[in-house]
């Protein structure tokens, strides 16, 4: 593997001794401590009012977040929800921060021991974080046999996106095609992969996308959960003669709801970011009741029971990351930002690397194969009963399988 002298201080960087002043990137240990921050969110959530009762006890999931969900979501937030565990348990992993273009840059360096594991970035998506990623970090350095007695292990690094969490808000004009250029200079000069592999979920999948078609000789395997190309209708669907099975059906049920009565959230996002991130800004419970609607409509109905680890902790989690770091509002922007970044035309992105997709049921979108197949070099399309739009958390062991087998098809 050829190295530029500044990858190669930079790694060596990464390596050893992280404090090396004169890095160019500036690559820092870093470590996760919001504790001082609990008492606030605390004493916050626990004054929030709720109406004792329903307004309209049989509207259903389908108008929003069910007051019972949120009333238990607060009361296990206030009485019940332990962060310094969870702090503890993140910090685990191997953080760094990096300064590329001036956007200080968070993410997650889990080496493998195997010298020939193949270098791996994760992408998460909205309102995701490197969290969601948590239980598959470490089982994906480990060496995995293929049945063909081909080994498969991962570096694995796991951004925080520009405006989430421990990474600073980019500039107004920034979008994902910027994000994906970072997340390139990230892997190939800062951490000195000159081949790797990506796996993409939610935006993730977008900027993910923007690799596969844009790098093309360091991006060379792309695994999807999600796609940039907005998901065929029912319509669409019969009127190419698609046969869907009965879970596919499932799935594109939800995905109707979702894209004719659920889109709500994206385009207020989309259009007026200030109003709600300002809204809900120093607000835990109403962050919690903005995102838990959609986590309600978006993940398996059997969540928290195995493989599933998307319980009420998990979720709290993954809010109390937003709320914690005040980036619930920078996190928006996205939406603001990249207006045309999930596209109604599928086009195929000019590349030989190999492209892997897993469908989960019970999120809220179904690309059947015949779709995913127009937009890259498709070699695997897979269907889980079990699981949905945070797959990481939601059937990690289905993830960790899928990811595994985009290494049988890696050739850097
Ligand atoms: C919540 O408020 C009640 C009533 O004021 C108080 O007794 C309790 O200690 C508070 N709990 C927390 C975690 O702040
Ligand atoms: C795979 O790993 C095992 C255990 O480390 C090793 O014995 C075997 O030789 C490896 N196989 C290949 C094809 O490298
Ligand atoms: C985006 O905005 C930054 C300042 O915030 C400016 O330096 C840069 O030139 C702008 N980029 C484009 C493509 O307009
Ligand atoms: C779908 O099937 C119908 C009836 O067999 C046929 O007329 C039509 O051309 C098919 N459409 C496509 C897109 O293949
Ligand atoms: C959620 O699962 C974790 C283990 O993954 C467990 O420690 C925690 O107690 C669970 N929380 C709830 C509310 O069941």
Do not use: C
């Amino acid at each position: 593997m050829f190295l530029s002298l500044v990858s190669a201080l930079a790694f060596a960087a990464v390596l050893t001794d992280v404090s090396i002043a004169d890095d160019t990137f500036n690559v820092q240990p870093f470590k996760i401590d919001l504790s001082s921050e609990v008492p606030h969110l605390l004493d916050l959530a626990n004054k929030t009012r709720l109406p004792l009762k329903p307004l309209y006890p049989d509207a259903g999931l389908y108008k929003g977040i069910e007051l019972d969900y949120l009333r238990k979501l607060q009361t296990a937030l206030v009485g019940n929800f332990d962060w310094e565990a969870q702090q503890a348990a993140l910090n685990e992993f191997n953080h760094y921060t990096v300064v590329i273009e001036g956007q200080t840059v968070h993410f997650v360096h889990q080496k493998s021991d195997d010298p020939d594991a193949i270098p791996l970035i994760l992408l998460h998506g909205w309102p995701g974080s490197f969290y969601e990623f948590s239980p598959v970090i470490k089982p994906l350095t480990e060496s995995w046999t293929s049945a063909t007695g081909k080994n498969v292990s991962y570096h694995v690094v796991v951004p925080s996106l520009p405006g989430f969490v421990f990474s600073s808000p980019p500039p107004q004009n920034w979008t994902v095609d910027d994000d994906a250029r970072i997340f390139n200079t990230l892997m190939s000069e800062v951490l000195g992969y000159s081949t790797f592999a990506v796996h993409g979920t939610d935006w993730g999948s977008v900027i993910g996308y923007s690799l596969y078609s844009t790098f093309t000789t360091t991006t060379r395997a792309a695994h999807f959960v999600f796609l940039p190309f907005f998901p065929p209708t029912a319509e669409e669907i019969a009127a190419n003669n698609i046969t869907l099975s009965e879970e596919q059906k499932v799935t594109l049920q939800r995905g109707t709801e979702w894209f004719s009565t659920g889109i709500a959230y994206f385009m207020e996002q989309e259009n007026k970011p200030n109003d709600i991130g300002l809204a809900l800004y120093d607000n835990p419970v109403g962050q919690l009741a903005w995102i838990g609607g959609l986590n309600e409509r978006a993940e398996d109905p059997r969540a928290g029971t195995p493989p599933s680890v998307l319980n009420d902790t998990a979720f709290l989690t993954l809010v109390s990351l937003y709320y914690l770091t005040n980036t619930f509002h920078s996190s928006l922007w996205i939406y603001a930002q990249n207006p045309n970044g999930f596209r109604g035309t599928y086009t195929k992105a000019n590349t030989d690397a190999p492209m892997l997709f897993s469908q989960f049921e019970y999120t809220n979108a179904l690309w059947p194969q015949e779709y995913v197949a127009k937009v890259g070099n498709l070699v695997s399309y897979k269907f889980h009963d079990f699981g949905g739009h945070f797959a990481g958390l939601d059937n990690p062991p289905a993830l960790i399988e899928d990811i595994r087998e985009m290494g049988l098809y890696f050739d850097a």
